[in-house]
């Protein structure tokens, strides 16, 4: 039927010799469900057993090694059990029920602490980390159905004392505690968002590149203060992105590409990457690009990859005629399902250097081909030992190597080599051909003694076989016995991770063994700091332009650097353009230092830009009476000369100091239930800037998306839209505040035109409401007399690239904004570039008029100036790089028939604009033959006549914004077309969130 019936329980105390069956109920049939070992004493049992002559679980409880057991009655069924990683009484037990039990005397008391307990997610103090070592971590459902992270001490677990470390509600299931690092996931809005604790500080955002958007994320490694996570992005199926952090486990970096995954049972994602056990800093990972898997190490955490160095010969010493860049060794990376088999690739802590997989050689990793491959000084070197893959076992720290085929047949045979692969002797290991199901060594890396288990037929009892290596080994190892070899990586370089490393391994003439006290390694030196001791910065790339610039970082337009208050602070800053930092546990000192040379300068007292207000928790509707957290932050601009003007809304107004610096939250309570407009104007001598938060009180509130065009004209017709996501039609209502009206219009359609009858920002907001969720954007809207629009296009390498997200759309707007002022002298204020929902990206360059001032210089007309924008686009001097050195370049797209000047009826403009643009170019060419030999007139052009340049670095561009603002000044209004056509183009490769301080540095 399927159950089981009945248990045996065997033991034995002869490294497998003999076995004696105990008794744990005389005259009761048992049934053992589980065994759990102390980890830190041994001799310490627990049995979890579901008798069937009881009607309660019982424990049967071993202090002893086994020898003896004592049954204790528990009143719940046991899912799993959970020892304290320090004190050996001390066990948490989590029912199938998902009630969680604790127990301070291994197992004959228990008390329950919590009820609905997330399975899998429950986790003692960590030592070192938590000063409780009582401690417990867990994810608990709370009675409105969501999930919560909760803490609390053993003798102490009721509701009053539970701890909440994070506000919010995470997301099931994701709560995740390794060393330092507490990691969850919680989605709000149908977006998902990452948080980090770092050794039980404050949880923050985990913050990736910035178009990332991750469908997934899964932690791969944490050790040595970092993290390295896989990460699946948006336009990913079967691959995931490898990422590593800072310390913190907050910024991360990209450090390899498209790593394959597979689902395994019950859903579980495997990532083909590898931990090289014994040697720090060394990894094994599968690429898959454009179809094919590849196997590529590393040897610095991630820095710098490479390929499999083929063996010359195979096993029986012919050529393989297998020669890079063609063809490589690729190994597979698999996890075994059975756990007392090994992998596909086995490592061991105590025998470093010393790898064995299965694979093939070619071009690619092939799915059938699974010979074995083995090296001994770390994957510097590989012979070929087998053709065909076989299960492997290290005794006594690799000094034997046993080897058993992976097949569906029986085996009487097994392989052993005592020289790291070198030689392989066969022993048959029983008469009668067996089943294998797994090999199992004495605990212990000392030990020669394993035994093989497996079936003689499908309906057999198991047969355990001892085989025993002592015999071979007749005396323990001394020095004499032992050579050494020194780590390098595939170049040769012995200095990696700042260190010379040499170990030592046993002679192949040497029978002796290693024993419990041998350390493999031999000595270590550190090393003076090289180039490749760093790491582009975070929010920087490795240039992949050539060869001479592999080693530069270059600011990347898809990551998200630092934000200025991490720059500026106390209103110091400290420059760095290399963008470089150290690889975390790199050990060099001295030598070059490519964090040098940063210089301590004085912040110029700039603007308040990006003010943000919203409530803790990131809610923007509350209960009456609830207390409620207000917290401003601002992007940029100076925080510590700034006021910060706060009105709540209901009568409290007040003015505050350091608002931002302290990141202090207001805290304050609404008696009343209602809609509250809370304002912040932030203002300092720079400048102003003001943040806008409608508050509903009696329903909670998160965030939405309002999409309208930035500029329009006085009473031309605009439209605007929100962007709900989940879409929940016919159960919507929108609510939306033109100006400071407190008095909404409400509609049940997602979109609504209005117009705009005086000149000036206005500010749009609008709320979505469905239920108790309430969602809120804001947007300002520029209304102009008259402007023109120049509708835009890019080349279609920029579609593949298209996370189609609003921010996204932003971000290329103001990229091709500042190229087209930079390029063309006019002001950037007066440019604005709306890209397009949809694909094929396209976009709107808005060319508005300057504000009238007093000024001894006139600026360029509208005509001149529209004229300069036509000829860098049609001359394609506008471009920027994506990530990989795409580059995208602009151009003028054939105008849409509304694409014309709005504000104004005629649906002729735009060809009377281009009729007289090309009569003004005319006109200026022949002003420019008539004038060329004038004293002074050849000014501007000389200045411009180079070589156009493929990427402007920060130095360039200033002296190009210098040279074009006196070459501005100097030809005053009279545009000279011909010396404007030598102008040379920009390329740009730039970071969205470093736009404003890059392009104008």
Known sequence: MGKVLESSLWRSSDFGTSYSKLTLQPGFTTIIDSFYICPTNKKKI?????????????????????TTFQKQLIP?????????????????AYSKESKLYVSSDLGKKWTLLQERVTKDHVFWAVSGVDADPDLVHMEVQDLGGGFRYVTCQIHNCSDQALMAPFAGPIDHSSLTMQDDYIFFKATSANQTKYYVSYRRNEFVLMKLPKYALPKDLLIISTDESQVFVAVQEW??????????????????????EDVRSSRQAEEDVVIDILEVRGVKGVFLANQKVDGKVVTLITYN????????????????GKPTNCKPPDCHLHLHLRWADNPYVSGTVHTKDTAPGLIMGAGNLGSQLVEYKEEMYITSDCGHTWRQVF?????????DHGGVIVAIKDTSIPLKILKFSVDEGLSWSTHNFTSTSVFVDGLLSEPGEETLVMTIFGHISFRSDWELVKVDFRPSFTRPCGEEDYSSWDLTNLQGDRCLMGQQRSFRKRKPTSSCVKGRSFTSALKSRVCECRDSDFLCDYGFERSPSSESDANKCFANFWFNPLSPPDDCVLGQTYANSLGYRKVVSNVCKGGVDLRQGLAQLQCPLTPPRGLQVSILGEAVAVRPGEDVLFVVRQEQGDVLTTKYQVDLGDGFKAMYMNLTLTGAPIRHRYENPGVYRVSVRAENMAGHDEAVLFVQVNSPLQALYLEVVPVTGINQEVNLTAVLLPLNPNRTVFYWWIGHSLQPLLSLDNSVTTRFVNTGDVRVTVQAA???????????????????????RFSQELDAQNPNTPEWREDVGLVVTRLLSKETSVPEELLVTVVKPGLPTVADLHVLLPPPQP??????????????????????KISFL?????????????????????????????????????????AAFILYKFKRKRPGRTVYAQMHNEKEQEMTSPVSHSQGVQSATQGEEFIDDELDMQTLGNHSGVVLSINSREMHSYLVS
């Open 46 to 66: 627990i049995l979890v057993s579901s008798s069937l002559g009881d009607r309660d679980d019982s424990l049967f409880l071993s202090t002893d090694e086994g």
């Open 76 to 92: 719940f069924s046991v899912e799993t059990l959970i020892f304290h990683p320090r004190e050996e009484d001390k066990v948490l």
């Open 235 to 256: 336009y990913q199926t079967d691959t995931y992105n490898l990422y590593q952090s800072d310390p913190r486990g907050v910024r991360y970096a990209l450090v390899l």
């Open 301 to 316: 955490k991630g820095r710098d990859w490479g390929h499999l160095r083929p063996p010359s010969v195979d096993m029986n």
């Open 387 to 395: 053709e065909e893959e076989h299960h492997i076992l290290y005794l």
């Open 770 to 792: 469905c239920g108790n969720s309430v969602l809120q954007d804001s947007k300002i809207v520029r209304v102009l007399d008259q402007y023109q629009v120049v509708p835009l």
């Open 855 to 876: 000024t001894r210089k006139r600026s360029l007309p509208s005509d001149k100036r529209l004229a300069a924008i036509q000829q860098v686009l049609t001359a394609q």
């Open 882 to 922: 994506l990530r990989g050195g795409v580059r995208v370049l602009v151009a003028v797209r054939d105008a849409d028939t509304d694409s014309q000047r709005l504000g104004q009826s005629s649906s002729y403009w735009v060809v009377a604009v281009l009729f007289v643009i090309g009569l003004f170019v005319v």
